[in-house]
């Protein structure tokens, strides 16, 4: 079957402008979750999805945003970028929210921001 | 200090070697997860542990519950494990089972 597909796989921005980087979820899950990945800070938790619903939210600033539609998908969006939120995104899925349920990660979104 | 914590940062090894890579938490937590990530970004979830012992082929993990703290083991080494190794655990103070708290990762290296 299908795996997590993130879309694109490499963006470069400039500093002030926005981006949207897509996660389409493997068929039937209907949990998101988004990760940033830095190599000053490692992999941290972004936001969780589920059926549509934000779940839970990590630290991160409000520039930082993300939805899922009905069919699973989910889109995250960042609003005036600055040089620090070069990174790579991380997207993963599962069949549900809550314990004892494994993790999909997709390949990532590998943002540079100049 | 971390909630997670790792070690070594930094592994070599000959293949054919016993390799373990340990993992500290200072939380309590639903579940432990170990994630291997090869270069190029994408992760690949290895295992997810709530308690006792996990085996995939030459791939063990264990965890200890009451002393916090979790080992994955490779037997019999090989090249094509060189990757990052990180642990993850799902703490009880986060709202949601899905958010994971990271350790920094161990960067496996394993020599022909």
């Known amino acids: 079957k299908a795996g997590v597909t993130q879309t694109p796989r490499y963006l470069i921005k400039t500093r002030g402008q926005q981006v949207t980087l897509s996660c389409s979820p493997i068929?039937?899950?209907?949990?998101v979750s988004w990760y940033q990945q830095t190599p000053g800070q490692g992999l941290q938790f972004l936001f969780e999805?589920?059926?549509?619903?934000?779940?839970n939210k990590g630290n991160f600033p409000g520039r930082f945003s993300g939805r899922q539609f009905s069919n699973s998908r989910s889109e995250m969006n960042v609003s005036t970028l600055e040089l620090g939120d070069s990174a790579l995104y991380l997207c993963?899925?599962?069949?549900?929210?809550?314990?004892?349920?494994?993790?999909?990660f997709g390949s990532g979104t590998r943002l540079t921001v100049v | 200090k971390n909630e997670v914590e790792q070690s070594p940062q930094n592994l070599t090894a000959q293949e054919g070697e016993f390799i373990t890579i340990n993992c500290s938490y200072s939380?309590?937590?639903?579940?432990l997860h170990w994630l291997q990530q090869h270069p190029g970004g994408g992760i690949v979830s290895l295992f997810m542990?709530?308690?006792g012992k996990k085996k995939h082929g030459r791939l063990i993990a264990t965890i200890n519950i009451q002393e916090k703290h979790s080992s994955l083991h490779i037997t019999a080494s090989h090249p094509r494990d060189s990757a990052v190794y990180i642990c993850?655990?799902?703490?009880?103070?986060?709202?949601?089972?899905?958010?994971?708290?990271f350790g920094s990762g161990t960067q496996l290296t394993v020599l022909p």
């Open positions: 993963a899925s599962s069949l549900a929210t809550g314990d004892f349920y494994g993790y999909t």
């Open positions: 068929s039937g899950h209907r949990s």
């Open positions: 542990l709530s308690s």
């Open positions: 939380v309590g937590i639903s579940a």
């Open positions: 993850a655990v799902n703490p009880f103070s986060s709202g949601s089972a899905r958010q994971l708290t």
């Open positions: 999805y589920f059926s549509e619903t934000q779940r």
